[in-house]
């Protein structure tokens, strides 16, 4: 459910499975460990990538996905999390959520007797972080020494990466506006256990120095619309340009976990420039969570 919980060899793990099972659909090798499994996955915020790539993820090994609009279901009638955890586990051998509490999700899990899946909280995107560690190390050749600036809201995905980087001997440096910066707890706690790895700075140009990969993410996450407007004011210096990107090493790679606000967080020109590599970092999200199926549930 978060990164944290995982220690280096289980994330090793997951990204040699990864590796073997997009090779593997690359070469149309079919391998159906989810043969008669389900996956039941709730969603209480919109998705394109985490919905398609788990639903065609569970397709691929053989079993079967089913989407649950949270406003179809009982849920949003008021029935409890954890009543809908009892009852989910009778008919399914996995769940996957994505929800804006993450209490929901702690919740959920504390009442299934299967395996649930962050799909995104207002606080983590596991999967997200998992898969695009993978693409780092595909891009790189690993991940160690990389080095990785995260520039932008201090949010779910920020937070994810900061687990990663407690578990991973990468570099990971966040520039963020003033109060927009991760959940102190978050940071202090991956800072104990990475050793000093993880750099805060309010400075993009400073945490680009050096990188090896930039990375983004929207500045109005969902739910936080209503606040739209003051944060293109507070983010408009964090924008990933041609400039930024010039300033990070040569051959920089630039990643986005999409969907992206082109003009905003992230330009037209970097966007569909030569450093960006989001599309192989989405189709990467398909591979990387079939290992953690397989993992969880085969
Ligand atoms: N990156 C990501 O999780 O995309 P979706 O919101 O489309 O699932
Ligand atoms: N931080 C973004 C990620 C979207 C995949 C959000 O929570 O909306």
Same mark, same amino acid.
């Given at each position: 459910?978060?990164?944290?919980? *995982? %220690?280096?060899?289980?994330?090793?793990?997951?990204?040699?499975?990864?590796?073997?099972?997009?090779?593997?659909?690359?070469?149309?090798?079919?391998?159906?460990?989810?043969?008669?499994?389900? *996956?039941?996955?709730?969603?209480?915020?919109?998705?394109?990538?985490?919905?398609?790539?788990?639903?065609?993820?569970?397709?691929?090994?053989?079993?079967?996905?089913?989407?649950?609009?949270?406003?179809?279901?009982?849920?949003?009638?008021?029935?409890?999390?954890?009543?809908?955890?009892?009852?989910?586990?009778?008919?399914?051998?996995?769940?996957?959520?994505?929800?804006?509490?993450?209490? =929901?999700?702690?919740?959920?899990?504390?009442?299934?007797? #299967?395996?649930?899946?962050?799909?995104?909280? @207002?606080?983590?995107?596991?999967?997200?972080?998992?898969?695009?560690?993978?693409?780092?190390?595909?891009?790189?050749?690993?991940?160690?020494?990389?080095?990785? =600036?995260?520039?932008?809201?201090? !949010?779910?995905?920020?937070?994810? /990466?900061? !687990?990663?980087?407690?578990?991973?001997?990468?570099?990971?440096?966040? =520039?963020?506006?003033?109060?927009?910066?991760?959940?102190?707890?978050? *940071?202090?706690?991956?800072?104990?256990?990475?050793?000093?790895?993880?750099?805060?700075?309010?400075?993009?140009?400073?945490?680009?120095?050096?990188?090896?990969?930039?990375?983004?993410?929207? /500045?109005?996450?969902?739910?936080?619309?209503?606040?739209?407007?003051?944060?293109?004011?507070?983010?408009?210096?964090?924008?990933? %340009?041609?400039?930024? #990107?010039?300033?990070?090493?040569?051959?920089?790679?630039?990643?986005?976990?999409?969907?992206?606000?082109?003009?905003?967080?992230?330009?037209?020109?970097?966007? @569909?420039?030569?450093?960006?590599? #989001?599309?192989?970092?989405?189709? !990467?999200?398909?591979?990387?969570?079939?290992?953690?199926?397989?993992? *969880?549930?085969?």
């Amino acid at each position: 459910m978060s990164i944290f919980s *995982l %220690n280096q060899d289980e994330i090793d793990y997951l990204m040699g499975r990864a590796a073997v099972l997009k090779a593997q659909q690359r070469e149309g090798v079919r391998h159906t460990p989810l043969k008669g499994k389900t *996956l039941g996955m709730i969603f209480e915020k919109a998705s394109t990538r985490t919905r398609v790539s788990f639903e065609v993820g569970m397709y691929q090994m053989g079993g079967y996905a089913l989407f649950l609009d949270f406003k179809d279901i009982q849920l949003s009638r008021g029935e409890a999390i954890a009543d809908t955890a009892r009852v989910l586990s009778r008919y399914m051998d996995g769940i996957m959520a994505r929800t804006f509490s993450h209490e =929901a999700i702690e919740e959920l899990a504390r009442h299934t007797t #299967v395996p649930v899946i962050n799909g995104l909280s @207002d606080l983590l995107h596991p999967c997200q972080v998992l898969s695009d560690i993978f693409t780092v190390m595909e891009k790189m050749g690993g991940y160690r020494g990389v080095k990785v =600036a995260y520039v932008g809201d201090g !949010n779910n995905v920020a937070h994810s /990466w900061i !687990n990663c980087a407690a578990k991973l001997a990468f570099q990971l440096s966040l =520039a963020c506006p003033k109060g927009y910066g991760p959940d102190p707890s978050i *940071l202090e706690r991956a800072r104990r256990e990475s050793r000093g790895k993880i750099q805060l700075v309010h400075d993009p140009y400073e945490a680009v120095s050096g990188a090896d990969i930039i990375y983004t993410d929207v /500045w109005a996450s969902m739910g936080k619309e209503d606040e739209h407007a003051d944060r293109l004011r507070d983010f408009r210096d964090y924008q990933v %340009n041609s400039r930024l #990107v010039k300033a990070g090493k040569t051959g920089v790679l630039v990643m986005h976990c999409l969907p992206a606000h082109r003009g905003e967080e992230i330009t037209d020109e970097v966007m @569909d420039g030569d450093h960006c590599i #989001v599309w192989d970092q989405t189709e !990467n999200r398909l591979h990387v969570q079939k290992a953690i199926l397989e993992w *969880l549930m085969g």
